[in-house]
């Protein structure tokens, strides 16, 4: 039977209560949703429930209230032993009492280092040279002594020993004053000394001195050496050494300007920290009115050798 639209829409508006009820009644997903969220999910026990099981991807996880559930008893266990209260004997044997005392307000210490005693022979004659630094104090004040000297042909050609004072000015650097005492070349005599030492950026030991009085003019020693650790053990040492001197002295082989330089390249091998023999190569230049000078005393004014020694510290 075909119905016009005017009849049906009749039909609809007299139709019983309960079929509009039908007609509006919701889908099963949305029955579904709604009895969801009428769940008291924190008076559920999760820790009994089966969730590979569950399709947590279906589950409306906004509506749920995350601060009331249970935790894992898996993932939160406090630990069965907990840590005990340290003891006072722990505490002791943690933290001992240190029976040394700092360099500041301790006793005065002392140091001295032979950083050359070397010897070679050459068909121009054998020879000795030696280098000694030493001294006595704390971090902030030290009494310094240094000597280094060199022998050829039985005859000692340059001796000399210096007695300062040092005092750090900061970690690294001291300025040092006081006196040396000149035994060769020429007649023996006494100057005064001042200068700056330390460990300039990265890592070279430099030292240089200013040199007064006792008859002669002015003079400046530089120095320079660095500390190549090939292993261990095994440590490759170069040295630099420039002298200049402010007036010409013949006694003293001092010409007046850039007197001498000496350039050294040594390899040692450190049997204990105390104790290391070494072999090096050793090159000197005279220039000016010294190597004129040195000629004149039969030596040369330039000269390679090859050295041999040891460095020891006690």
């Not at 020693?221 to 420039?242: C, D, F, H, K, N």
Request: aromatic share 8%; charged share 25%.
């Amino acid at each position: 039977m075909k119905l016009s639209l005017p009849v049906l829409s009749c039909l609809l508006l007299v139709a019983p209560h309960g079929l509009a009820q039908d007609l509006a009644a919701p889908t099963p997903a949305a029955s579904h949703d709604d009895a969801h969220s009428k769940v008291d999910h924190s008076k559920m026990d999760h820790s009994k429930m089966d969730h590979s099981q569950m399709d947590h991807s279906k589950m409306d996880h906004s509506q749920m209230d995350h601060s009331k559930m249970e935790p894992s008893q898996a993932g939160t266990d406090a630990p069965r032993t907990p840590l005990p209260v340290p003891t006072a004997e722990d505490v002791a044997a943690a933290f001992p009492a240190l029976h040394t005392q700092h360099a500041h307000a301790g006793k005065p210490v002392s140091y001295v280092l032979v950083d050359r005693l070397e010897a070679w022979d050459r068909a121009a004659g054998s020879g000795q040279a030696w280098e000694v630094n030493g001294w006595f104090g704390g971090d902030i004040h030290r009494l310094r002594l240094r000597s280094e000297g060199e022998r050829a042909a039985g005859r000692t050609h340059e001796a000399d020993v210096e007695l300062l004072y040092g005092r750090a000015f900061s970690p690294w650097w001291e300025v040092v004053a006081g006196v040396r005492q000149d035994f060769a070349p020429g007649a023996a005599q006494t100057r005064a000394a001042i200068g700056v030492q330390g460990l300039a950026p990265y890592k070279f030991e430099v030292s240089a001195t200013a040199y007064l009085g006792g008859g002669s003019g002015a003079a400046l020693r530089l120095e320079g050496e660095y500390t190549l650790l090939l292993s261990q053990r095994w440590i490759l040492q170069p040295r630099v050494e420039v002298g200049l001197s402010a007036d010409e002295d013949a006694s003293r082989g001092e010409g007046g300007g850039l007197d001498k330089v000496s350039a050294g390249l040594r390899l040692r091998y450190e049997v204990t920290r105390r104790f290391a023999p070494y072999v090096g190569w050793e090159h000197e230049r005279r220039f000016g009115t010294a190597a004129d000078l040195a000629r004149d005393d039969g030596e040369r004014a330039r000269d390679s050798r090859f050295v041999a020694g040891v460095r020891f510290w006690f």
